[in-house]
């Protein structure tokens, strides 16, 4: 039986967040005294060999993101914590905040000396009021010990940190539409490129990470890329934490190394499925994610094979439904949160969204087949992620997309 491998998890229940000394005892802050006497670009190419994608649902290379980051030309930069977890079933980002704060704050410390940047923020969930309570601790105590704020470890670098409070949109935890709110504007998008690396908050180099990511850094630093890299697989190394939900006996967050499959997340970690019904469906990546059956449940969970697979880890969310439950209803409920979270700025997926809907209540009322409703729901989508200005309205084509593949006749 396949166990547990912690590395963003690993300090968890292992010492009191309030208390930093708590946290040294167990080799807290080991990695950035280690990293500041490292050259930047040394980390960044120890962060690239690593293999370390981000954790954050599109699983781009946190190395490059660095090494572009470092290469963009400016006196100021800005280093970003995305840790607006919006994402519907996810829930890890939260554990990490509540009991790990101090690996949060080194991972980012660390990023930011490897790209140079002059200043932190760490934008935040506001509903997250425990999280920002123990970073608001964990940031006091750090800077009286001198771990933040002026030549930190007398390396002569400096860096600060803020707390900004999220807007409460799914929309903001899109890092461009993150860059504007935190700006203070409304939280519409921006248009790519430039990318953030180049013209990120206030126009400035700016790398933007997922919690879980900046808290695998510590671990490369300390451990080296070789050995990051020896766990996982090829194209997913290390570990990732799955948030699982829905119908098992078990639910919650487990962390191991990528390329474990569905099967053992769901029968060795999370118990097994409830009332000891049937295996029927399990949604991947969250909303923005994909359905799929039971063909899928031995395929390694990584990025590149699930995507051979038509679907996606996305943030590492699983829903697991038993025999009975209703795809139609769940696609219903995915479908109402986009409706909800549109920001109504283009018009593909202002009009999209509705018409998505739209086709479900034809179905309702009968006046629609649904093998006749999926198909023009895959239409539609297929429109919207063909013209729509973000990837917000680019995303109802993944869930449909999926039912289509594998519930063509079940929907
Ligand atoms: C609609 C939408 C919502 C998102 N919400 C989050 C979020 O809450 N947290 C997050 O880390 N990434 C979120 N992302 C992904 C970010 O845009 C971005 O890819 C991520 O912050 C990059 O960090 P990483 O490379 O460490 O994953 C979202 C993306 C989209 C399209
Ligand atoms: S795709 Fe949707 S969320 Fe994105 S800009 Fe257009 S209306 Fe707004």
Excluded: W
């Excluded at 280690?34 to 690239?48: H, N, Y």
């Excluded at 921006?190 to 900046?214: C, M, S, W």
């Excluded at 409703?373 to 449909?400: D, R, T, V, W």
């Amino acid at each position: 039986m396949i166990s547990e491998y912690k590395i963003a998890l690993k300090s968890i229940g292992k010492y009191d967040p309030n208390q930093i000394e708590d946290y040294i005892t167990i080799g807290g802050y080991k990695s950035v005294r280690k990293a500041l006497s490292i050259q930047p670009e040394k980390i960044i190419d120890s962060v690239i060999n690593s293999g370390l994608r981000g954790r954050g649902g599109a699983g781009f290379s946190t190395g490059l993101k660095e090494k572009f980051t470092n290469q963009s030309k400016g006196i100021q930069k800005f280093v970003i914590c995305n840790a607006d977890e919006g994402e519907p079933g996810t829930f890890k980002d939260r554990v990490i905040m509540e009991q790990d704060p101090h690996v949060l704050l080194e991972g980012m410390l660390i990023s930011a000396y490897a790209i140079q940047a002059t200043k932190a923020y760490i934008y935040i969930r506001g509903e997250y009021t425990e999280s920002i309570k123990k970073l608001q601790t964990a940031l006091k105590q750090a800077n009286e010990k001198g771990f933040i704020g002026k030549n930190i470890f007398n390396s002569g670098f400096d860096l600060d940190f803020e707390i900004k409070l999220g807007a409460g949109s799914y929309l903001c935890g899109e890092e461009l539409t993150l860059l504007e709110s935190l700006e203070g504007k409304r939280g519409y998008p921006r248009i790519k490129p430039p990318f953030p690396a180049e013209k990120g908050l206030f126009g400035k180099p700016t790398l933007v990470n997922n919690v879980e990511t900046f808290a695998h850094i510590p671990y490369i630093i300390e451990k080296g890329a070789e050995h990051y890299k020896s766990m996982g697989t090829d194209d997913s190394p290390g570990t990732k934490i799955f948030t699982i939900s829905g119908d098992v006996k078990k639910p919650g967050y487990y962390e191991t190394e990528m390329g474990v499959s569905l099967r053992e997340l769901i029968y060795d970690f999370a118990g097994g499925i409830k009332d000891n019904k049937d295996f029927y469906a399990a949604i991947l990546g969250g909303a923005a994610g994909t359905f799929v059956n039971e063909t899928v449940l031995d395929t390694p969970m990584a990025y590149d094979t699930l995507k051979e697979k038509g679907a996606v880890l996305g943030s590492g969310a699983i829903m697991i439904m038993s025999e009975g439950r209703s795809l139609f209803d769940m696609t219903n409920s995915i479908l109402e949160f986009f409706k909800h979270e549109s920001c109504g700025k283009c018009v593909p997926c202002r009009i999209g969204m509705p018409q998505l809907l739209l086709i479900m209540e034809n179905v309702k009322n009968n006046k629609l087949e649904r093998l006749e409703a999926l198909n023009l729901l895959l239409n539609e989508s297929e429109y919207m992620a063909k013209s729509s200005l973000c990837p917000l309205g680019q995303s109802p084509i993944l869930p449909i997309k999926s039912l289509k593949q594998y519930f063509e006749n079940q929907f």
